[in-house]
């Protein structure tokens, strides 16, 4: 139900059951997950935040903003406090997204404090800091390309989906195993779309890990 009123939602005005708000930082907490318009980049243009409240389980919000030029610009996403052991972690990550246009990744972003990024999707040209670590690694039932750009990792899905799952867990299990990781503790965990430029609506129709 509330994929279906995220989708049918977008290009309406607000309606009972929405939050939006405009401010850089501002924020919505909805069940265990907090949803941030974080828009955070250098020459970022406003940005509105629109959150269904009624989707606690599942966060489903939505974007509008129009972005130009070079580097990232906003990062919107639901953040999860979860402050566990990477070894013994073991949350699956669930996603559902449309509104595909310009340049961005719909990706998760773990703070262990260091960070692992896992890009699901992604277009107009966007991709990953620095240099290619390995190619095709299955990971969890999923393969990566796996990069390493200086202080953090990225991992990005080989077969991209705008929606589907990935073994978080198991991303920072095999950090460890591999000995490029110590076993840190995995303080957070957000999904969302950051977007460098382009113009309409960016959508997070689900997600929840």
């Given at each position: 139900m509330a994929v279906a009123l995220g989708a049918a939602i977008l290009p309406l005005a607000v309606s009972a059951g929405t939050w939006s708000t405009t401010a850089q930082y501002g924020t919505?907490?909805?069940g265990n997950y907090v949803i941030a318009n974080d828009v955070w980049g250098s020459g970022?243009?406003?940005?509105?935040?629109?959150?269904?409240?009624?989707?606690a389980s599942a966060p489903n919000f939505w974007?509008?903003?129009?972005?130009?030029?070079?580097?990232v610009k906003s990062y919107p996403h639901a953040q999860r406090n979860l402050n566990q052991s990477m070894?013994?972690?073991?949350?699956?990550?669930?996603?559902?997204?449309s509104g595909t246009t310009g340049c961005?990744?719909?990706?998760?972003?773990?703070?262990?404090?260091?960070?692992i990024m896992v890009w699901?999707?992604?277009?107009?040209?966007?991709?990953?800091w620095g240099s290619l670590y390995q190619s095709n690694v299955s990971i969890g039932g999923t393969t990566y390309n796996v990069y390493q750009p200086g202080g953090y990792w990225s991992f990005l899905k080989t077969s991209q989906a705008s929606s589907g799952s990935c073994n978080l867990g198991a991303i920072y299990q095999w950090l460890v195993n591999n000995n490029k990781l110590g076993n840190n503790t995995v303080g957070s965990?957000?999904?969302?779309?950051?977007?460098?430029?382009?113009s309409g609506w960016w959508t997070i129709n689900s997600c929840s890990f």
């Open positions: 919505y907490t909805l970022a243009q406003s940005q509105t935040l629109y959150v269904n409240t009624s989707s974007v509008n903003t129009t972005q130009t030029g070079g580097g070894k013994t972690a073991s949350e699956t990550g669930h996603w559902s997204n961005y990744d719909y990706a998760f972003d773990v703070w262990l404090p260091s960070e699901t999707q992604w277009g107009g040209g966007a991709g990953p965990v957000q999904y969302g779309v950051e977007i460098t430029n382009g």
